[in-house]
């Protein structure tokens, strides 16, 4: 995301941008400007929590105050696409006349770093921080029929960059970063039936940039960054129905902001990172062995970058390379591409690559089509500009532009529809839009 300023000058630039993204270096965990997102929604839960039925009104709480124009670090936890009942090469697919944006209700408190989790068809907005950089305990549903954002019972710790997943009628906030800028080792568990909050077990150590994901009966949690600054390799699974973290078998590369992807008894921990650089390990951990593999590394190593699923590639996309302490950055087009079923990295031509150079943007997987858009570039303003991924052609073809062009937007994919949420472009915004197929 940008520095206080960008946007109006140099600072736009990649050097300058970079120079934003040194927080939490030591001096940074008290004056931090980068905080994680967290987990999506999607995941796999136990059969006794499917029933949801979820509120759309919530108690009466003041609105917040304007968020802060900041810096952050890209966290995802992308759920895999259910698969399609036929193989990508023969599904239709939309043209780029198919895709259009539509403008939502704008975000009903102003604040950045909050998590956006899909349940029940509804989005939920967790968290996040206001313009002095202090965390928060909003909470927030967005219903799409209504097209209308309402309050919920607030947080009872406020924090921000939180890991969050969905249980069914329960949705689990793990860490992130409190009030005293500082990580956080709380997890609580909303009930969207009984409309209230409840503590669960702590984490073994406080630590934000936790990677999560749902399987059955168990929460795991991946990775993370404590106080003392050193990236964690902890693997801990929580059990539901006894109100326990388990430790399990160590991560091989401790990291923190990594990307997690859940595929059947796997999950797919790409990327992350150490201090403030990037990493591209990419290592698999089995739920039924209990156990983790190496695979090969990711090809490029890239700061800011997104990851996509679909139902048989991960996409490694866009972001910063690092050069030498940090200097010399530069905003990339590569895309990088595993295949899931051959086992390994697609070698890929530069015509393959993103027609932008892009860091800290929005992407997603709409109906066979990897879709990017917004983010931050060589330009000295943020980016307006989306692309599809055409896997016939293997090329990138244009899409209508975002409406109000931003970085470092909360994103979640719902109905055949892309969201952006918040975001900064020559200061924060609370719009809300969607990229949309036609029939969405």
């Known amino acids: 995301m940008l520095s206080q300023g960008t946007g109006t000058g140099g600072e736009g630039t990649a050097s300058g941008w970079a120079r934003g993204g040194s927080a939490w270096t030591a ?27 979820l509120p759309t009104q919530g108690t009466d709480r003041a609105q917040l105050s304007p968020s802060l124009p900041g810096s952050t670090l890209t966290h995802s936890i992308i759920p895999f696409p259910s698969i399609s009942p036929f193989p990508p090469s023969t599904m239709e697919l939309p043209s780029t006349k198919d895709f259009h944006w539509k403008r939502l209700a704008p975000l009903p ?58 249980l069914g009628k329960r949705i689990m906030v793990i860490g992130g970063v409190g009030a005293d800028q500082l990580p956080l080792k709380v997890v609580e568990m909303y009930n969207t039936d009984e409309g209230r909050w409840r503590k669960r077990s702590s984490l073994r150590e406080a630590a ?78 089995d739920t039924d062995t209990r156990s983790w593999t190496k695979f090969p590394s990711i090809p ?36 990088d591409v595993f295949d899931l079923e051959q086992g390994g990295w697609m070698k890929m031509e530069r015509s393959c690559y993103l027609k932008k150079r892009r860091a800290d943007f929005v992407a997603g997987y709409l109906r066979g089509r990897v879709v990017v858009a917004g983010g931050l570039g060589n330009q000295p303003t943020v980016l307006e500009s989306a692309e599809a991924f055409h896997p016939e052609k293997n090329k990138w073809e244009s899409l209508p532009p975002m409406p109000t062009p931003r970085c470092a937007c909360s994103s979640i994919a719902l109905r055949d529809c892309l969201l952006a949420v918040g975001g900064v472009s020559q200061g924060l915004s609370t719009a809300v839009e969607a990229l949309c197929l036609s029939d969405s």
Not at 27 to 53: M, N, T
């Open 109 to 166: 408190s102003r604040r950045v770093y909050s998590t956006l989790v899909e349940a029940g068809g509804q989005v939920f907005a967790v968290g996040g921080c206001d313009d002095n950089g202090v965390p928060v305990d909003s909470f927030e549903v967005y219903s799409p029929e209504a097209d209308r954002w309402a309050p919920l019972p607030a947080m009872p710790t406020a924090r921000a960059g939180v890991a969050v997943t969905v």
């Open 208 to 285: 934000m940039g936790i990677s999560v994901t749902a399987k059955d009966y168990r929460v795991y949690a991946a990775g993370g960054m404590g106080s003392d600054l050193r990236p964690h390799n902890f693997l801990q699974h929580y059990d539901v129905l006894k109100d326990i973290w388990v430790s399990l078998a160590a991560m091989p590369t401790p990291r923190y902001a990594a990307t997690s992807v859940l595929r059947g008894t796997k999950i797919y921990v790409l990327g992350g990172r150490q201090s403030k650089y990037a990493v591209n390990a990419f290592e698999v951990f």
């Open 27 to 53: 001096a940074g965990i008290s004056s931090w400007k980068r905080l994680e997102r967290a987990a999506q929604g999607g995941l796999e839960v136990p059969k006794e929590f499917l029933d949801v039925s």
């Open 300 to 335: 490029n190593k890239r700061a800011f970058s997104s990851f996509v699923a679909t139902e048989e590639k991960l996409f490694s996309l866009g972001g910063l390379r690092q050069g030498r302490l940090y200097r010399q950055p530069k905003f990339m087009r590569t895309v």
